[in-house]
């Protein structure tokens, strides 16, 4: 049963548009989210996250928001470059209980010049 | 180091061979986590380690994986008797505190059973 779902397995963007990433959870002990970006052959890099505490968080051209009571999370990135052409993916910890990630699936974003 | 390294990066064993993958942590860090990312599929947690204690093993997905971090730095993840379905990218992240969320990976290793 997967606690973390990205529905979207990929996504085309034109460049300097905006692109949506979208992930639903449905474990409500998930207190902290992330966003991690990954590139063929590379492990995955921290993007952002947000605390459960806050519904957004910005950091330049990207943005993540939380909805809790929809259990659904979404990252904005505006304007979209053919440089964010990567899978994205979301995952959800619980604080003070390890800290071990649950992922989903991702999603592959290309974004077109 | 400036990062979290692993090594071998790319592990082609024969079905029934043990293999061993390393994971070097960023200096200093705390906790070391392994996951592993089937093609096609986000990573899935198998093992947390804080310090040299394993506090987590609830996503061993059987009793022929193994891993230890004797001196709570460099950990070994060891496979015995390798299946095909054990063909995977193993990834190996590491965070500074047991309270800090993100969590730094490193490359993976990509093992192939045949």
């Known amino acids: 049963d997967q606690q973390v779902k990205q529905n979207s397995p990929s996504l085309s963007v034109q460049e300097g548009r905006i692109s949506i990433l979208n992930c639903d959870y449905t474990?409500?002990?998930?207190?902290?989210f992330l966003w991690y970006k990954k590139y063929p052959a590379e492990g995955p890099t921290f993007l952002i996250s947000?605390?459960?505490?806050?519904d957004k968080n910005e950091d330049g051209r990207f943005t993540v928001f939380l909805n809790k009571s929809a259990k659904h999370l979404s990252l904005h990135i505006v304007p979209s470059q053919p440089g964010d052409s990567a899978v994205y993916f979301c995952?959800?910890?619980?604080?003070?209980?390890?800290?071990?990630?649950?992922f989903g699936g991702g999603t592959r974003l290309m974004v077109k010049p | 180091g400036a990062g979290v390294s692993q090594s071998p990066r790319y592990k082609v064993a024969k079905r029934g061979q043990d293999v061993a993958l390393r994971c070097d942590p960023i200096?200093?860090?705390?906790?070391l986590f392994w996951y592993q990312q089937a093609l096609g599929q986000g990573p899935e947690f198998l093992t947390y380690?804080?310090?040299?204690?394993?506090?987590?093993k609830s996503g061993l997905p059987s009793d022929r994986f193994f891993a230890e971090r004797p001196e709570g730095s460099v950990s070994t993840l060891k496979i015995q008797r390798t299946q095909q379905e054990d063909s995977a990218v193993y990834l190996c992240?590491?965070?500074?505190?047991?309270?800090?969320?993100?969590?730094?990976f490193g490359p993976g290793t990509r093992l192939t059973v045949l």
């Open positions: 992240a590491s965070s500074l505190v047991v309270s800090y969320n993100e969590q730094f």
């Open positions: 474990n409500s002990m998930f207190d902290y």
């Open positions: 947000i605390s459960s505490i806050k």
């Open positions: 995952a959800a910890s619980v604080s003070n209980a390890g800290n071990m990630l649950t």
């Open positions: 200096s200093g860090h705390v906790s």
């Open positions: 380690f804080q310090n040299e204690a394993q506090l987590d």
